[in-house]
């Protein structure tokens, strides 16, 4: 039973991490490719002034990392420790840069903002599972609040592009 579930976790780690890694090289091409047909993007751009571009880029890329460190704290079922990577990278209070990206959002259509809390929100109800789950051992209560949140990250990128307005 426990390596079922360590070979499950471990195939979760893989998937996630190659999907994100996936979505990261593809960010903001144009076009795409499936199956040799190229069709538009069409999903919403969004411009950003440089700075603002790039903390809120450098932002997603930690949200990143830290789903990297959870699955590996999960694999390891260090949940505890999962918990606290949630919270660091992940959690409602994380701050996104030098002004907790307030500026970025001035530049957000409301539904990318709403996106963006949902994901912090079922971050904290990860972490409050990942928290429980020291105590019940619930893997398949873990793996369902983390597919939660990189179900909420898939949303938000596959309906905005974000794109720079300025040098």
Same mark, same amino acid.
């Given at each position: 039973?426990?390596?079922?579930?360590?070979?499950?976790? =471990?195939?979760?780690?893989?998937?996630?991490?190659?999907?994100?890694?996936?979505?990261? /090289?593809?960010?903001?091409?144009?076009?795409?490719?499936?199956?040799?047909?190229? =069709?538009?993007?069409?999903?919403?751009?969004?411009?950003?002034?440089?700075?603002?571009?790039?903390?809120?880029?450098?932002?997603?890329?930690?949200?990143?990392?830290?789903?990297?460190?959870?699955?590996?704290?999960?694999?390891? /079922?260090?949940? %505890?420790?999962?918990?606290?990577?949630?919270?660091?990278?992940?959690?409602?209070?994380? /701050?996104?840069?030098?002004?907790?990206?307030?500026?970025?959002?001035?530049?957000?259509?409301?539904?990318?903002?709403?996106?963006?809390? /949902?994901?912090?929100?079922?971050?904290?109800?990860?972490?409050?599972?990942?928290?429980?789950?020291?105590?019940?051992?619930?893997?398949?209560?873990?793996?369902?609040?983390?597919?939660?949140?990189?179900?909420?990250?898939?949303?938000?990128?596959?309906?905005?592009?974000? %794109?720079?307005?300025?040098?």
């Amino acid at each position: 039973m426990h390596f079922i579930r360590l070979y499950l976790v =471990s195939t979760l780690a893989f998937v996630l991490s190659s999907s994100a890694l996936a979505m990261g /090289q593809h960010h903001g091409h144009k076009e795409s490719s499936e199956q040799g047909l190229q =069709s538009a993007d069409t999903r919403i751009v969004v411009g950003f002034p440089k700075p603002v571009y790039d903390h809120t880029l450098q932002s997603m890329r930690s949200h990143l990392e830290a789903i990297d460190q959870v699955i590996a704290r999960i694999a390891e /079922q260090d949940f %505890e420790g999962a918990a606290l990577a949630v919270d660091r990278g992940l959690g409602i209070g994380h /701050q996104h840069g030098a002004d907790g990206l307030r500026s970025g959002r001035a530049f957000m259509p409301e539904g990318m903002r709403s996106l963006g809390h /949902q994901m912090h929100m079922r971050a904290r109800d990860l972490a409050v599972t990942l928290r429980d789950a020291t105590v019940t051992s619930d893997t398949t209560a873990v793996l369902r609040a983390l597919g939660a949140v990189t179900t909420t990250c898939t949303t938000c990128h596959q309906a905005y592009r974000l %794109e720079l307005t300025s040098p």
